[in-house]
């Protein structure tokens, strides 16, 4: 049996994740890393039958950072009751519903968006375009009554503010933000206005439930979408070859959005606690113990994706990464996630020529990853 310690400083794994991830999965695949008080698995097929596998790699945790916020939800139970909180909220974003229920007014908003740019010939497209087209989505989603965009993102700081300094080992006594009430609030007179998709969750769920889960749809639904759309401006703007490429066949837009998502998952790994004593690749997992399933390490494992580094427009097996994850967390909201990445790329690639960046625009993030800036300018 190896040795499968693996010392990596975190500043490295922030800044330059994907060379070190790929140092790392060529010797270790099943790494313990010690900053990390962890093992992080980086091959695709291990991470991917890891995902599927919640008997033995559960979210069900008291250490787990979102449900220490949000109280019990989908994303931190498994089993049957994982099912019966995932259920109501599933339904209302499959493909079919999401395309009946979102494409038009997702894509009019990317517009309408990019209009109220268009005449400045500069821009700052993370806080002008891919933060609030994720921000008016979800609102928009969601349904609450008097909760505008404004309202939900403030309530969305307040969460990720305390699950990042749950999720980075700070201790903190009252981790339940004042933002969890207001919007336990306004579920509840969402729901006694019959708003869909709230009404519909509290048939099955109690309001403590439908409050967490909603909460949960917040969290998952604003920081990934606007780090994605963030995120593809970057590989687009950054690669001109791309972007002719693009110009003579439009119908490479969709391998364009799911080879963004490829390379810079927003969302670098998920978080497992392994249920029993288990042998991995030779490691051996202890009962409890914390594993992080690397998605940016299963997106680049060589093994499945030939030149991983490398942005490539025709890679025929692209959609197979694991940026949503799979098995029974995949993504409730990854339907809507393509859209509005496609959505925010086409209004912009459309109505903005000659767009460039302006800055160098690195990627940055140990668990949300995405550029801080995306300034930008165009001919007007
Ligand atoms: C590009 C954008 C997005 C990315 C990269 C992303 C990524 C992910 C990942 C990796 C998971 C799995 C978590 C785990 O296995 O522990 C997940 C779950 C989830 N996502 Fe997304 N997501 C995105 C957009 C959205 C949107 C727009 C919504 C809401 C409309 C959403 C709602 C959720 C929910 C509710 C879960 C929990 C599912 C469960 O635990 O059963 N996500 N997402």
């Not at 979210?59 to 019966?84: C, I, K, N, Y």
């Not at 038009?104 to 087209?133: F, H, T, Y």
């Amino acid at each position: 049996m190896g040795v499968h310690t693996v010392d990596v400083a975190l500043e490295d794994l922030e800044h330059d994740p994907h060379a070190v991830i790929g140092r790392i999965r060529e010797d270790h695949p099943v790494a313990w890393i010690p900053a990390l008080k962890g093992w992080l698995i980086t091959r695709r097929d291990l991470v991917r039958s890891m995902m599927r596998d919640a008997e033995t790699f559960t979210v069900d945790d008291p250490r787990f950072s979102t449900a220490q916020v949000l109280g019990p939800s989908m994303l931190s139970l498994d089993g049957p009751e994982h099912q019966r909180h995932r259920g109501p909220f599933a339904a209302a974003f499959r493909k079919p519903e999401v395309q009946r229920d979102f494409a038009d007014i997702v894509r009019s908003e990317a517009r309408r968006l990019v209009r109220g740019i268009a005449l400045n010939g500069e821009a700052e497209l993370r806080v002008d375009l891919a933060g609030p087209l994720a921000v008016n989505t979800i609102t928009t989603a969601l349904e609450l009554v008097d909760a505008d965009p404004a309202t939900v993102r403030g309530w969305y700081d307040d969460i990720v503010d305390a699950v990042i300094r749950t999720s980075t080992g700070q201790v903190v006594d009252d981790i339940r933000p004042a933002s969890v009430d207001h919007l336990a609030g306004h579920v509840r007179s969402s729901i006694d206005a019959g708003a869909s998709l709230v009404t519909a969750a509290a048939r099955t769920l109690t309001m403590e439930e439908v409050v967490s889960n909603t909460g949960v749809m917040m969290f998952g639904g604003i920081e990934t979408v606007e780090g994605s759309i963030a995120n593809a401006f970057v590989h687009l703007l950054t690669r001109p070859e791309v972007l002719s490429e693009l110009d003579a066949d439009p119908a490479l837009w969709t391998a364009a959005v799911e080879e963004s998502l490829r390379l810079e998952p927003s969302v670098v790994q998920v978080d497992r606690f392994a249920t029993r004593r288990v042998e991995v690749e030779g490691a051996i997992i202890e009962e409890g113990d914390f594993v992080m399933l690397s998605i940016a390490g299963a997106n680049r494992d060589p093994s499945f994706y030939p030149d991983p580094d490398t942005f490539d427009l025709h890679r025929e097996n692209a959609r197979t990464n694991l940026t949503f994850a799979q098995g029974p967390h995949v993504c409730v909201g990854m339907h809507l996630a393509r859209l509005e990445v496609r959505a925010a790329l086409e209004a912009a690639f459309t109505a903005l020529p000659g767009l460039t960046l302006t800055e160098p625009t690195p990627i940055t993030g140990l668990v949300f990853r995405k550029p801080v800036r995306v300034p930008v300018m165009w001919s007007v």
